[in-house]
């Protein structure tokens, strides 16, 4: 399985990013719930935002609430984060992860243990 992220770059305090994760390899993409991390130099991971099979769900870090969206496309194995009034705090490698879902019910994910696969990681960078 191999998750390609993409959209991360060097954009002034008060824009916006949409960052894209391209799936691809063996998994059922449409039975993943997709998350975004993010991680600053020094820092832990840290949960962005995830969405739910279908985009019928979605959760975000307090951090990004309000200002961020997130979706998806099952068809072509994709997900998207959309962040805008972007702020120094916002700065960091942006990940995005997959959890397969085995159940009807399922709570959505929200710790790196939680996601099975990875991709590989695009910075953003935000200057005051």
């Known amino acids: 399985v191999q998750l390609q992220a993409s959209g991360g770059g060097l954009v002034q305090a008060g824009g916006s990013l949409r960052l894209s994760c391209a799936a691809s390899g063996r998994i059922f993409f449409s039975s993943n719930v997709m998350g975004w991390f993010r991680q600053s130099p020094g820092k832990e991971r840290e949960f962005v935002a995830a969405?739910?099979?279908?985009?019928?769900?979605?959760h975000f870090a307090d951090s990004v609430k309000g200002r961020s969206t997130i979706s998806r496309d099952d068809v072509k194995k994709e997900v998207y984060l959309q962040m805008n009034n972007l702020t120094p705090a916002d700065t960091a490698v942006y990940y995005c992860?997959?959890?397969?879902?085995?159940?009807?019910?399922?709570?959505?994910?929200?710790?790196?243990?939680?996601?099975?696969?990875w991709g590989q990681g695009t910075k953003v960078t935000v200057s005051s």
């Open positions: 969405v739910g099979l279908g985009g019928r769900s979605d």
């Open positions: 992860a997959a959890h397969p879902v085995r159940s009807v019910f399922y709570d959505m994910p929200d710790k790196v243990n939680d996601y099975q696969h």
